[in-house]
């Protein structure tokens, strides 16, 4: 065991984000009211520094701190995508907080160091450091969750959250001291190392790799260990929603994936079967109860489920194929759906009725008369989501199927597609509310939209990343297959 | 062939653009602006007409770029005989769309236009996409704006009417998508829809495709039973939606049966021909029958439409040249007739504000030029000889009594419930008797009406008295797809329906009914001498 200090280098991103946190720790208590934008500029240009120095990682895998950790496209790849959605938290969190009277520079400092947990799971390279990420950014998200005080049902997020997240990590933990029982590491290399020389019906790495997909399914909210969702996604702050519903989903999608391929790999045929299963169950119930929601952030709830769902089936795809392109359809899909998820959690947030959020979908009502641009953004953002071209969503469901084709389950893709049918149904809804309904009280005291520059920013990114990955896709499609290669 | 100036990107574009501009305008400058794109998108269209190459059956005005890298999908864009006559029906047809809509929409004038125009450009693209995804890209893209003009300006169960079309064809296509993405892995890792043509697949998979096909097309079409959507649809939609709908939209789904059923999956096509003769001829008898009880007219005509869209698929599983001919030229011609019809119908509605047959007779005498248009439009719907119409149904029955006398009797009989449904529309709405406080006092057709009518009027007799500059263009095209349907014995379908290719298409058509038209030439001079 040595230590070199080159190691440090490589983790410059992670270093410096955390030390960001800790200077808005320590700045918050000390700036005047007025100054306290100064530590949202500070995080942007934090995110903006470690964007650059990320960027020049998207190279072959180097391995610090004795392969705890390792430097990758793969990683850049998904740290990249959490930066942008970090930077797009921070903006909308700026407009969002001061129209909830919530003043805690914290926040902005919480937010961070779920970023740094983030990156920790994408690049760890050994299952305890995964773990250690994970509980970092879990840890940061409970307190962000629980952040209206005042609100009993923010209140009641966090602590369920709080709850069925520390149940689920003791799953993943369980998981990873058997499978170090089994195969004698946590380290990725050694495990696949190990696992190649043994049986596959080895009822220890069985019952192993069953803990591990239970504890992930938890942290990617995939049936039957979504029950958390709805309940945290529609209590929290909006702004936290967001940033749950597309960040930490990406990061535990980008741990999952290197577990399983790099780690597990050598058992690709079972986990396969166990992830075909929870992507039917994710797919059916996602969209078939997402359909009866009225409340816009629990009808998104199940929609990120699907949607875990239709990723899932990339998961499903690359178990069977011999190379990379079913995980980078499954790289490319959380890329795609980060804009339009983020966008339409964003504009919920920025509606007011009398005063408090306008989170029900009724709220929409003649949405279209009053902010024809928001509601015409809207739009998009609900088209993309049900996968309907020329948007992003199509692009992401697109690789997706053709991945499952491609493994020979062209049924699956069918009633995938069904299903994607199916979804059509409740984002429209929101569609026909806004553009063919009247408000149905009197005007003064219909919901109106907030409007701001940073929120105007928020907007314009997303639905610039729905239209133009819709239309161009190709940069992104050439970025995810070029960061699935380092994987081994 | 290619040619230097990208013809199809222009056509293609000049809408979206337009669209775009159309948001930054006042609702009064909308309107102009709305209609002089789509002019222009006219203009820009007529000279593709003689610069065609009527003696080739090659796609022409080819356009190629690379799109994605990987997999490869490329902007792929090209004509051929089959798809201009239907591209030059839609830049033709939307101008009138936007004329009819001066007046009749007053809310959100911009976001509709907009709408048509970005319609316009996905239909054009639906008909000249050389990539499958592609092409899927403009057939799902048409969706939202569809769904956005009937929900928002439409009647008043407009919800219902907007989702059920949504969810339909929704549905549908998703399944195209499993079978452009299974035909990608079968047929040598390419989306181009050339190559993928001259592919030869197993006939299981053939007869998973065709049903993943049926599913998108029929729907589309739409086929008998997957009809229901489209009278709700129609009825509901604004006048130039309904248009829309139903002289291009349902096109579209045999436009897929030619360009794709026929010539990727030709064994399935021929195992699956009496399954689709059977729901043709049920939907050519059931569309009429319905037509007949309807009253109120944009039913009858959407009925009416499910009939002649019958015609068009029976045509097209004869599998010879006189079907498939006859087909594609009913699909010209139900778009000129019905759409004149449904025009009609918008102009009486925004007089009297009801599409009811029982509120509007007797229009003859406050509106004479009205009541003409409405009986060419009628009668050209119910195949007159000398009309459009008449040309394309008649082949299709010569293709079909090739292929079976009986199937021929059961569609003769849809032509003669046409003419009874519109017949007696016409006795009713035109020279009907109503009471005196029925007649109020309506304005004839204006200006920008007759502007609206006219151009139909011109093309129904034009194709009706002259049909082969059409026949011509699309003869070599027609007979490549039937070379994938036989091609391992040419000269056997060449046997089983004697052609000579030299002959005119017409003249050829004359001379297999030459006694037919002679006999009834002459029972007509012996029965009423002139």
Known sequence: MTFSVGDLFLILPELLVITAACMVFVLDPVLRPSDKDGL????????????????????????????????????????????FVTGLTILLSHSYLKEERLYFGEYYGFVLLALSGMMVMVSAADLLTIYLGTELMSLSLYVMAGLKR???????????YFVL????SGILLYGISLLYGATGSTRLPAIAAAITGQSLDDPLLMFATILLAVGFGFKLAVVPFHMWTPDVYQGAPTSVTAFMAVASKAASFGA?????????????????????????ATLVLGNVVALV???????????????????????????????????????????????MTFGAFAIPAMLRKDGIEGDEIEDFSGLSKRHPVAALLMLIFMVSLAGIPPTAGFIGKFYVFMSAVEAGMTWLAVIALIFAAVSAYYYLRVVMVMYMREPSDATDSAPQLVMSPTFSIVLACAAAGVVIFGIYPNPLVQLAMQAVLTLK | MTHSFPWLTALILLPLIGAAAVFFVRDATARLVALAVAVADLLISLPLWWLFDASSGNMQFMESALWISSPRIHYRLGLDGISLPLVLMTTVLMPLCILISWHSIESRVQSFMAMLLIMEGAMIGVFAALDFVLFYVFWEAMLIPMYLLIGVWGGPNRLYAAIKFFLYTLTGSVLLLVAILVLYFQGGHTFDILQLSQGAYSKSIQFWLFLAFFAAFAVKVPMFPFHTWLPDAHVEAPTAGSVILASILLKMGAYGFVRFSLPMLPDASQAFTPLMVVLSIIAIIYGAYMALAQPDLKKLIAYSSVSHMGFVTLGLFMFNIQGIEGAVMQMVNHGITTGGLFLCVGVIYERTHSRQIADNIGLTKPMPRYATFLVIFALSSLGLPGTNSFVGEFMVLIGTFLWSKIATAFASLGIILAAAYMLWMVQRVAFGVSAPHMLPKLRDVNLRETATLAPLVVLIFAIGLFPNPILTRMH???EKVLARVFPSAPEEASAMHPIDPLTPPVERLASTTEATFSQERQAVSEGRPR
């Open chain 1, 40 to 83: 949202v500029w500070l995080s942007l240009g934090t995110l903006a520094v470690c964007m650059g120095l990320t960027a020049s990682q998207m190279s072959a895998p180097v391995e610090a701190f004795n392969g705890l950790v390792v430097i990758d496209a793969y990683g850049a790849f998904w740290k990249l995508l959490l930066y």
């Open chain 1, 150 to 160: 005042s609100e009993p049902r923010s209140l009641e997020a966090s602590a369920k």
């Open chain 1, 165 to 168: 997240g520390a149940f689920s």
């Open chain 1, 256 to 280: 999952f994936l290197r577990v399983f391929i790099e780690g597990l790999g050598g058992l690709k045929a079972n986990w396969s079967a166990i992830f075909l299963l929870l992507c039917l």
């Open chain 1, 293 to 339: 929601q009225t409340n816009i952030k629990r009808m998104l709830a199940y929609s990120s489920i699907a949607h875990a769902g239709y990723a899932l089936i990339g998961v499903v795809a690359a178990g069977r194929l011999e190379h990379s392109s079913g995980i980078a359809s499954v790289l490319l899909y959380l890329a795609l759906y980060t804009f």
């Open chain 2, 476 to 478: 070599p095209s027609v």
